[in-house]
C-alpha cells in the first residue's frame, strides 16, 4: 500500500509546488502572449488597414464633406508598421491624409483661400476629418496619387535591405513610420514623390531613411551576400553516397 500511494503523494506535491510558484509571479491574460504575437507576425498576413483602402475611404470622407470643396492630397503619414510595412492593432498605428482644399463657411460661400484638410483614421476604427491650421497661397504643384506610390510594404522592407538600422533584440521591438513628400509643409517644393522612413526601438528614434516612392524608381530589393566559397578538397556527399558509406562502415565493423 505504502509503496502505491508513493507516486500519488508525490504528484501532489509537485502540483502545489507549480501552483505555489505560479502564484508569487500572477500574469495578467495577455500580456505575456504580446511580444510572441508581434514577434510571429507572418510576411503574408494580412494587413488590418492596407495602404490603399485607408487612401480610398480618406479621399472619399474628404470629398464627401460639405465643409469642404477641391481636395488635393499632397501629404500621408503612416504610423505604426512592423518590419512587413503592415500596421500593428498593438502599437495603435494609424494613417494621416492631408489635402489642401478650399474651406466652405457657416452661409455655404467657398473661400478662395486654400487651407489643409486632414484625414486620421485610426487602427481602433475611429475615422476623423478636421482642419489642420494651415493655409498658404500659392498654387499647388504636386498632388500625390496613391495608387502610383510604393505601399509601406514594399517601402519598410526595402528601406531595411538597403541598410535602415534594426536593433539586434529583433524586430518585434522595433517599429516603423513611413510619411510621403513627409517635410515638404508646401508641397510646390516638392520635385518628385519621396517616402521617409522611420525606424524606432521601443520608444525611440533609431534611424531614419528617404527613398522614392514610386515602385518603378525602387528596383528588385538588394540580393544577399555571395555564399562562402567552398574549401578546396571537401565536397558534400549526397544522401546515396552517404547511405552506402554508412553502409560499408557497418560492413567492415560486422566483419571485425
Sequence with gaps: MKTRALPLLLTVALTSMVLAGCGANTVR?????????????ARNAEDPMAFQQAAARAIEMVNTSPKWR??????????????????VPLLGSYWVFKFWANAVDEDGKVEQAVTRADVTL??????????GGEGKDTAIVRVLDPAKLASPDQVVPFAIALGLKVNPAGPAFNY??????SYYANPSAATSDIADVTSY??????????????????????????APAPVPGVRRMTP?????????????????
Design 29 to 41: 491574460p495577455g500580456m505575456a502572449a504580446t511580444p510572441t504575437k508581434q514577434s510571429l507576425r
Design 176 to 181: 516603423y513610420d513611413v510619411t510621403y513628400n
Design 70 to 87: 477641391n481636395p488635393r492630397l499632397v501629404s500621408i503619414e503612416g504610423h505604426g508598421f512592423d518590419q512587413h510595412g503592415k500596421m
Design 201 to 226: 526601438y521601443q520608444q525611440s528614434t533609431f534611424d531614419g531613411f528617404k527613398i522614392p516612392a514610386r515602385p518603378e524608381l525602387l528596383g528588385p530589393v538588394p540580393a544577399p551576400g555571395p
Design 122 to 131: 485610426k487602427i481602433e476604427g475611429q475615422a476623423d476629418l478636421s482642419d
Design 240 to 256: 546515396q553516397e552517404l547511405q552506402a558509406e554508412t553502409a560499408e562502415r557497418s560492413r567492415q565493423h560486422t566483419r571485425r
